[in-house]
């Protein structure tokens, strides 16, 4: 697709609908928690330091707009991000934010890459060197 060529407005409502759902603090450390693999809201809610009532509300905000699916085990369920697309999307916006900071943006130092990052960054193939493996 050329992007000269324009997005139809049916597809735009869509990606804005994607930004909007990015645009809540609490939602972004869902996804980025996500990131590296499915946990259930219980998980999330510790991850982000919120309510669990809280975080399922925001889980059924982001499984309306596809950015995360479910799985249940029993009486537990378990969010996972819904495909890699959604994974890069994440990675990339917190990964730009690093370069309005000061300095070399932690993503581009090794052992600076949060470890949900780090298997992400590793999987996506951004960047690395001996350090940017999954580890500690």
Same mark, same amino acid.
């Given at each position: 697709?050329?992007?000269?060529?324009g997005l139809?407005?049916?597809?735009?409502?869509?990606v804005?609908?994607?930004f909007?759902?990015?645009?809540?603090?609490?939602?972004?450390?869902?996804l980025?928690a996500?990131?590296?693999?499915?946990?259930?809201?219980?998980?999330? #809610? +510790? /991850?982000? $330091?919120?309510?669990? &009532?809280?975080?399922s509300?925001?889980? !059924?905000?982001?499984?309306? *707009? %596809?950015?995360v699916?479910?799985?249940?085990?029993?009486?537990t369920?378990?969010?996972s991000?819904?495909?890699?697309?959604?994974?890069?999307?994440?990675?990339?916006a917190?990964f730009? #934010? +690093? /370069?309005? $900071?000061?300095g070399? &943006?932690?993503?581009?130092r090794?052992? !600076?890459?949060?470890?949900? *990052? %780090?298997?992400?960054?590793?999987a996506?193939?951004?960047?690395?060197?001996?350090?940017?493996?999954?580890?500690?």
């Amino acid at each position: 697709m050329s992007a000269a060529a324009g997005l139809p407005d049916d597809q735009v409502g869509l990606v804005v609908e994607v930004f909007r759902m990015l645009a809540d603090a609490t939602r972004v450390q869902v996804l980025w928690a996500l990131a590296d693999g499915e946990l259930s809201v219980n998980q999330l #809610a +510790e /991850h982000v $330091g919120k309510p669990a &009532p809280s975080v399922s509300q925001h889980l !059924a905000k982001l499984r309306m *707009a %596809r950015l995360v699916r479910t799985r249940r085990d029993g009486t537990t369920v378990f969010y996972s991000l819904e495909n890699d697309h959604v994974r890069r999307l994440v990675v990339d916006a917190v990964f730009n #934010a +690093e /370069h309005a $900071g000061p300095g070399i &943006p932690g993503h581009h130092r090794d052992t !600076a890459v949060p470890g949900p *990052a %780090r298997s992400t960054r590793a999987a996506l193939g951004a960047g690395g060197g001996a350090g940017s493996s999954r580890g500690a």
